[in-house]
């Protein structure tokens, strides 16, 4: 089905979106892109895909394969990230930004008048495109449940080669030539993770009757090889995940028992229809407290900083903490999804490579991946192959034992 000629209303909708980021492009506020003008799920794709393209720009990937030295002490990317890389994070992120701004300009997209602009729609997808510029304008879009629309980033950098899905493929072969399965794994996710940006760019793009007229046939061909690529990445990360490498590790089970309080009450514990409805409601900041408060074995002082602490460009994962266990100390990052941040009724599997992400830096680290919506059955499964098979040590803590145990500790009021 082709998408369709947008309302006017809509059309009006997303020409003053596109106006508002392309002046926040043109006057480098890029903070505000980050923050106000993309979705939380184009940050954190690429913010993870930016460190590989970083260390492929400076011949560097050898460096990232490397293990990091981390210091006890720090938790945050802005603290290891300089210490592997001697560079601020910030700068980088700035760095790529600056690079699709000069390309903008050179387009000649901020002189649009938009008096030729059309918009297409389908589904919670949109596309407005300008013949008039010299590159013509096309930009695509992301409609929220509010009626809003969002710059899609993800469709915008995929389209621009600008963070090709290949070049995060070929460091992701590299770790697997050099025997880091686990990085291997994660890398080639990472790629995977762009199949609906770029299932994207082929309904509004390379398969509409209009705007693909307006692409040259070298873009075209480009774009179908970085889709061919994705599906390399799909089938290796299933095909390593079903290869038995490691012992599984059964204690697991034992660590939810020792790092939260009530635990074991969960299986005795009622949670009503009500009761779910206020786990859904929780926001961000409100279900990150009510974790650090649950735990033991944690510093409180950090656990709460963990809590409070903002969304950074980069950042391993919602929460890092050091855990005590009897004489063991170990390093638990903690990946947190709300009801109101998944919109569909389960987490779908393109989610793992927010879930294993840490392992790029812990290693030998525990991920405990908490969500207020249950996890799909296809991601249960992925995350059973991550441990069974290849040793990543990461449980789920979700959807109603979420809800009972934050009950059982008096804070889902």
Not at 27 to 52: C, G, H, M, N, Q
Not at 151 to 175: G, T
Not at 209 to 220: A, E, F, G, H, P
Request: charge should be negative; charged fraction near 25%.
């Amino acid at each position: 089905m082709q998408p369709m000629l947008a309302q006017k209303q809509t059309a009006i909708k997303l020409i003053k979106a596109a106006k508002d980021f392309l002046l926040k492009m043109q006057e480098k506020r890029f903070d505000d892109v980050w923050d106000y003008s993309i979705t939380p799920e184009a940050a954190e794709l690429l913010s993870t895909s930016l460190l590989p393209m970083f260390a492929e720009k400076e011949s560097r990937i050898d460096e990232l394969l490397k293990p990091v030295v981390i210091e006890e002490k720090m938790t945050s990317m802005d603290e290891i990230f300089p210490l592997a890389f001697q560079m601020n994070l910030d700068d980088m992120r700035t760095d790529f930004f600056r690079g699709l701004e000069s390309g903008f300009e050179a387009t000649g997209w901020y002189e649009t008048n938009y008096k030729d602009a059309l918009a297409f729609t389908q589904g919670s997808c949109a596309i407005l495109i300008d013949p008039s510029t010299q590159v013509p304008l096309m930009i695509q879009f992301l409609k929220l449940s509010d009626g809003s629309y969002k710059i899609d980033l993800e469709s915008l950098v995929l389209f621009s080669m600008a963070n090709p899905p290949s070049l995060i493929c070929k460091i992701a072969d590299q770790a697997l030539v050099a025997g880091l399965t686990k990085p291997s794994i994660v890398y080639f996710q990472v790629a995977a993770s762009f199949e609906k940006a770029y299932s994207r760019l082929k309904m509004l793009v390379l398969n509409h009757m209009i705007v693909s007229t307006l692409v040259t046939d070298k873009r075209k061909a480009e774009l179908k090889n970085e889709g061919y690529y994705i599906n390399i990445a799909k089938q290796q990360v299933s095909d390593l995940l079903n290869k038995p490498e490691v012992t599984a590790n059964h204690e697991l089970d034992s660590f939810l028992l020792k790092t939260f309080e009530g635990y074991s009450e969960i299986p005795k514990t009622e949670l009503k229809d009500n009761e779910l409805k206020k786990l859904f409601e929780l926001d961000d900041s409100t279900l990150r407290s009510a974790i650090a408060a649950m735990m033991k074995g944690v510093d409180p002082v950090i656990a709460n900083r963990e809590a409070k602490k903002p969304h950074g460009s980069f950042e391993i994962s919602d929460m890092e903490v050091i855990v005590k266990i009897d004489s063991q100390q170990l390093r638990l990052s903690i990946p947190v999804k709300t009801g109101r941040e998944i919109k569909s009724d389960k987490v779908p599997e393109s989610y793992l490579y927010q879930i294993i992400r840490p392992f790029l830096y812990f290693p030998n680290g525990v991920v405990v991946f908490i969500t207020a919506k249950p996890c799909s059955q296809n991601l249960h499964n992925d995350l059973k192959l991550a441990r069974d098979n290849q040793g990543f040590a990461v449980e789920v803590i979700e959807h109603e034992d979420l809800g009972k145990l934050l009950k059982i500790n008096g804070l889902l009021n």
